[in-house]
């Protein structure tokens, strides 16, 4: 299985910050890797795809970036509404694995 | 614009089986692939496996002898068979569009308890 370890695990930071979550596959992928936000007791919603594609309805202050085996998801002024948990995806080979989330809390 | 929802028994005992199924309206199954994932409380996203609507199907090795997936295009339908269940099968359970999962369910909470 490849292993996706995303860094960091939680954050705190305030309105404005720039804030930057990273995710590392256990071998390559290519770029075929998604971001997801999560909010407490909701689906998680998609943010990015092929690693750096922003999909349609998503704030462009959201970001991805990379290819091969490190990834990173960048949100470049946190919003109020931005606080919740974020996972990366690979579908680069089966099983499909997530990140073990990264939890964006208020500071 | 293509919704899911799951639906199936909130409770199951141990050792019987889990069935969940999740519609699709808005859109036509066809010529997709769909997943099931699950999310215990407090913890993380695991894959369960996924299904084309021809059938084919590939599963989490770490399920794979548990798990059995089908597909009706007819009802606009998939279904998850998850068997001889125990308390760590409990979970949310989502069924989202796609091995890029660009559509989710809203999740529907299956509790294991005898």
């Known amino acids: 299985d490849i292993q996706m370890t995303q860094s960091p695990s939680s954050l705190s930071a305030s309105v404005g910050d720039r804030v930057t979550i990273t995710c590392r596959a256990s071998?390559?992928?290519?770029?075929?890797l998604g971001w997801y936000q999560q909010k407490p007791g909701k689906a998680p919603k998609r943010l990015i795809y092929?690693?750096?594609s922003l999909q349609s309805g998503v704030p462009s202050r959201f970001s991805g970036s990379g290819s091969g085996t490190e990834f990173t998801l960048t949100i470049s002024s946190l919003q109020p509404e931005d606080f919740a948990t974020y996972y990366c995806?690979?579908?680069?080979?089966?099983?499909?694995?997530f990140g073990q989330g990264t939890k964006v809390e208020i500071k | 614009q293509v919704q899911l929802q799951e639906s199936g028994p909130g409770l199951v005992k141990p050792s019987e089986t889990l069935s969940l199924t999740c519609t699709v309206s808005?859109?036509?199954?066809?010529?997709?692939?769909w997943s099931w994932i699950r999310q215990p409380a407090g913890k993380g996203l695991e894959w369960i496996g996924r299904?084309?609507?021809?059938?084919?199907?590939n599963y989490n090795p770490s399920l794979k002898s548990r798990v059995t997936m089908s597909v009706d295009t007819s009802k606009n339908q998939f279904s998850l068979k998850l068997s001889s269940v125990t308390a760590a099968d409990t979970a949310v359970y989502y069924c989202a569009r796609g091995s890029l999962m660009d559509v989710w369910g809203q999740g529907t909470t299956v509790t294991v308890s005898s």
């Open positions: 071998q390559g992928i290519r770029n075929d």
């Open positions: 092929a690693a750096s």
């Open positions: 299904i084309y609507t021809s059938g084919s199907t």
């Open positions: 995806l690979q579908h680069n080979s089966y099983p499909l694995t």
């Open positions: 808005g859109g036509s199954i066809s010529s997709y692939y």
